[in-house]
């Protein structure tokens, strides 16, 4: 039997966080995240059904899922565990072997031909033999669970022989779900239908998640929970980063020269090509220098290359050291280097050696180790400072995978991973120089696929993509390093757009667009043929939206984005859209929507009856609850009567409050532009008409608001009459007398001597001028 290691989620502080199984041990305790996904798991399944963990690479999915699987099998109950590898079939008998009764494997050596186990080495019964498992299935249950752990190339073998046993298994759990989405017509779709592979429960494990845009019925995306079932628990790079399960990371941009390496390449002899073209040597070259460059500012130790082909790979690591030794002492780092190739066609033993060096580099030096798809998933590999990318991986689960291994925490390393990206930029040190073809599309898959497993990046990256072009900067996670002579700053001003462009979506250019539309003018009410300033056409994205959303194919996290800047969904609302944009534009320069009845926009808009209208329909209750608030953002008042009540009772309380009366002249006009004197007017004509409220009459009396407008005329006359006497001692003037204030008393007091002679004075009035002094007669 041989002895098998399985990478773990231990204490953080733990040295190397890495465990060594023995049988005896059982099941390593949950730790971390796990304490929270094992008891979530064990009570969503517990009555059957299927869900998913999304948990980032190297944190103990398998740990989680032998916990979850012993939780909610009885004794003699049968487990399934399937893996894409033999070396993961090892790896996971290693954490669930001491919980068996008995154990079976189901798989062959070619399952995977880059594996570094073989079905020799596994600690148990193995086969591929449907008779073989079906005997095994009817054998008599032990004291614990009964575990067969399977190949996804296998499983539809043991799929068979449990349809054919009539059994099924407790729990089915299946390592690297991704593999099982896509087309439904491969092989380890079987994995997801009990007709092909009976099961009560399915447990789907997987560091990147697979196909949440795939629309085409063929195929099998884990968002349908149909197929895969809820996300029951997500533990994120952000998260195991911040908690110190994984390193940070860094996005190291390194740009090369042709006239840097030109010299390098002509010193080098034997180095094939790498394509099997003339360029060859030179983009080899590149690599190095761009490696030891990198080696020399973040003091690189451990560093895995990942090739397309061998014959790169093998160049790579023929070449490192002539072209390293032929760099400029200070373009490369003062340590003892260490390169190594290695393929799936390289024994056991010597990939031991490789990745004995890896782990140990020779004299505290620097150990560079280049592969072609050979130290995939499953594969035992220590854990290193950084990873190379030569040129653009096949997949997005192959970009995270590698990284995955850069971000494994390390203690004898800095806590910050390097994921290298070499690119062969122009010798024209303008920004028009293009950099590398093959360098840009690494770049922009590298980014792509870190963002969506990294929530902190993809927030920056869409932020950046909301800002106007000339705003937007890297995020923190990206730095670019360029030889001397370049314009930095113009040349990241270039690669940032670019960058942001091919790694986010336009949707996030057209949102930041209407949130700086909407900070101006609180609202989105923009005709369709609307283009703003700088010439985006916000009105045609804005109902684009509409019409994606309509479709219902418009993101729930984007419609929430949307509605907190009041977007009406209404694809019928045109007209009344037509409306809401003119009362926009009223309130923007009047500053409020007290429109008058007739009122007419320039181009023959009636805003007056369509706000009339509004109000009828709200006092109705038919108004639309998103265009009620549409409309109230844009300061509406609903009912303008009350309104115009509350703000002229406070203009007269104040000019009461000042002047010790309500004889307020019908021009008046208070200093904040408030028409006091056509409130007064207003309030007398409604009180005539019977129409002023009992409690507004009273509230008016109390400041002794004087209703008959002849008898303020006489109010005002007076009041003007005892400061004239006062200040004089005597009402005897001329007919063109006028107050301080510009106030005709002369000619009052010549009307009331006229009425007094023909006799159309009151006594009362007579009498209270009299009083004053009889000189007014």
Known sequence: MSTFTMASATNPADPDRRQHLRPAGGLPEPVGWQHVAVPTAVAALRSGGRGQIHAACGTGKTITAAHVATSLCQPGGLVVVACPSVTLVGQTLAVLAPTAATILVVCGDDAVTDTLVHTADLPATVTTDRNVIIEWLREEQGDGIRLVVTTHRSADVLGTALATAKMAAEVL?????????????????????????????????????????????????????????????????????????????????????????????????????????????LRTAMLVAACARAAAEFDLRRTIVYAPRIVDSRAFAETFGGTLAALPEKARPDRMVTCHHVDGRHTAAQRAVFLTDLADPPQNGWTVLSNVRCLGEGIDVPAVDSVVFTHPKRSTVEVVQAVGR????????????????????????????????????????????????????????????????????????????????????????????????????????????????????????????????????????????????????????????????GMLWDPRATRWETGAIHAAAYRAHHGHLRVPLEHVTEDGYPLGRWIRGQRKQYKAGRLDRAREAALERIGIEWEPYKAMWERGITHAIIYHAQHGHLRVPSDHTCPDGYRLGQFVVAQRMLRKRGTLAPERITHLDALGMMWDKREQAFAVGLAHARAYHQAHGTLRCSKATQSPDGYGLGAWLTKQREKLRTGTLSADRTATLDAISTTWR
């Open 406 to 565: 850069a971000l494994r925490r390390n203690p004898a390393g800095s806590g910050v991973a390097t994921i290298l990206v070499p690119i062969l930029v122009g010798d024209d040190t303008s920004v028009e120089a293009q950099a590398d073809t093959d360098g840009y599309h690494t770049i922009w898959q590298v980014v792509r696929a870190l963002r969506a497993h990294d929530e902190t990046l993809a927030i920056a990256l869409d932020r950046q993509r909301q800002s106007p072009t000339a705003a937007r900067s890297l995020p923190e996670q990206i730095v670019v390093r360029l030889p001397d002579g370049y314009d930095v700053d113009q040349y990241l001003r270039h690669i940032t757009v670019r960058l942001v462009t091919a790694t986010t979506s336009p949707w996030w250019e057209g949102y930041g667009v209407a949130t700086r539309y909407h900070a101006i003018h609180d609202h989105l009410h923009v005709a369709v043929d609307h283009v703003t300033d700088d010439g985006y056409p916000l009105g045609r994205w804005i109902h684009a939206q509409r019409k994606t959303r309509r479709a219902g194919h418009l993101p729930p996290e984007r419609v929430q984005a949307l509605d907190t800047l």
């Open 173 to 281: 759990v299946v390592d690297e779900a991704h593999h099982s989405a896509g087309r439904d017509d491969k092989h380890i779709a079987c994995l997801h239908d009990d007709a092909t592979f009976p099961a009560r429960r399915r447990l789907y494990l997987t560091a990147t998640p697979r196909g949440e845009d795939v629309d085409d019925e063929r195929m099998l995306s884990m968002a349908d929970p149909v197929v895969f079932g809820p996300v029951l628990h997500r533990y994120t790079f952000a998260q195991a980063i911040a908690d110190g399960w994984l390193d940070d990371y860094r996005i190291a941009v390194i740009g090369v020269t042709r006239a840097e390496i030109l010299p390098l390449v002509r010193h080098l002899t034997g180095a094939r090509g790498a394509r099997g073209d003339e360029d060859g040597p």
